[in-house]
């Protein structure tokens, strides 16, 4: 055999084995293609119709927290208060001839004191303190704070920065985030009724300021941060929803009438006091106020004062030094009595006026008591805080139309809405410092120009 044959018959053997092999690989993918249609046809036949499953992109929820942590971080404060508490003390013996200790002045005299262990932290750690001469305790507490002017203007809760007393701490002080210096601020102003308070620092340049958000818009269900310094630790954030909104002296019997809080889950405790409640979008819509515990920590029910109440009252404390707030000079039961109302009111919705006070807006515009008030300037009040709402919301020295029902019969009075301190100040002198009214202002509070 020639070596041209003998290549050529190679060449033939080398075409045949490659054809042999794309030949079973060809035949391989179509069997693989056969059988892959029998399985998919065989799985629609389970659940005709069926459309399959997908798993979307991991959601970046965490990412959204880290964010808004970021931007809220810088503009909270750590408070630092040391108060002076005047506390007398007188020593008496016991049958067993021991000395008994004299009562901490934070501590509840009664176990119903805070309405079923509605616990108002107090400024955060509470309950510490020296003694002091003639028995006087100086007392150290811990609170929160936000930022709201590049200036150095704060808002806090009251309690921070009074506690339980009745005139501001002996020495309030601020730590920056990211600022090792103690600031010693100044109190600007408070309100009692709400339980804001705004001071002021020297910051050595302008500061990061929060953004106030409208917490009209938040829902029940919403995601929300809770930034501030329980037990003293800086910074800390929690996370939770708004589990309720407009909670009020209906549903907590010792807050005030101008109290209506946001509830929410994220975890606040004692120090958390005057730190912010914020949205997705990194906007304060609450206050850190208080909480419901049987413990004195967190419980999962904490509350915020609405960022809607907390900038009128911080608006109106750097203008006036004070909130000033309408009123008429009248009594009412909290709950209407369906009873009186069936009787006085033929079982329409109103307030029924229980007491009158002498020589105030009111008497001289010829209110009685039994009076049940329906409406003031056509807006209805069925319950004792639309009443109040109302009032204290007009401008004072203003005059409102009521629409009341007296013995069966509707009639309308013309009544002038004068300052609430002064209506409510029943020593005369016109000071406020009669009972159910606000504290006096701080000797070092004024209006910010």
Known sequence: MSFDNLFANLR???????SVILFTLAMGVVIGTVITGAVGAAREQVAPGATPLSIP???QLSSAFVQVAKMVGPTVVNINVESTIKHPVTQRRSPQGRQQAPQSPQSPRNPDEFQDFFDRFFGGQGGGGEGGPAGDIKQRSLGSG??????????TNRHVVYGESD????RVRVKLAGDATQYVAKVIGVDEDTDLAVIKIEPKKPLVAAKMGNSE???VGDWVLAIGSPFGLDATVTAGIISAKGRDSRDI??????QHFLQTDAAINPGNSGGPLVNMAGEVIGVNTAIITNHGSYEGVGFALPSSTAVQVYNQIIKNGRVMRGSIGIEFTPENNPSALRVYAGNREGVMVSRVLAKRPAEKAGVLPGDVILSVDGVPTPTGNDLVAKISDTPIGQSVKLHLLRDGKEMDLRCEVGDRIKVLDETGDGSGAGPDKPDSEPQDAAAVK
């Open 12 to 18: 033939s053997r080398k075409m045949l084995s490659t």
């Open 57 to 59: 992109a991991p959601a």
């Open 146 to 155: 936000i930022v709201v002017d590049p200036k150095g203007y704060i808002l």
């Open 167 to 170: 005139k501001a701490a002996d």
């Open 217 to 219: 818009g938040m829902n």
């Open 253 to 258: 019997p010792s807050l005030s009438s101008f």
